[in-house]
């Protein structure tokens, strides 16, 4: 259900914040375990990544309090190039 998800949404950064208390998870998206049996996220643990994507979506909602005069602030800093296509370079 999840899987198409990830193909968007990094898991690895995902999972460690969003959802701590999933084990395996790689495993589980994988659909196999280390010995190549099956297996596959709990109805219990699909409740929780349904919960932590409603809270990760919020944080993506309030993105805009990292904007600054117009200018987006990216990972490590300011862009070089804001939305409207002008350089905000110091």
């Not at 999933?22 to 280390?34: Q, S």
């Not at 990216?74 to 190039?81: L, P, V």
């Amino acid at each position: 259900m999840f899987i198409m998800l990830f193909d968007y949404i990094k898991a690895s950064k995902f999972f460690p914040k969003y959802c701590p208390l999933i084990k395996n998870w790689k495993h589980k998206l994988r659909g196999l375990d280390g010995n190549k049996k099956k297996i596959e996220f709990s109805a219990t643990e699909n409740k929780q990544i349904k919960q932590a994507l409603k809270v990760l979506f919020k944080d993506l909602g309030s993105l805009s309090k990292y904007q600054l005069n117009g200018k987006i602030l990216a990972k490590g800093g300011i862009c070089s190039t804001t939305v409207d296509g002008s350089t905000n370079d110091g």
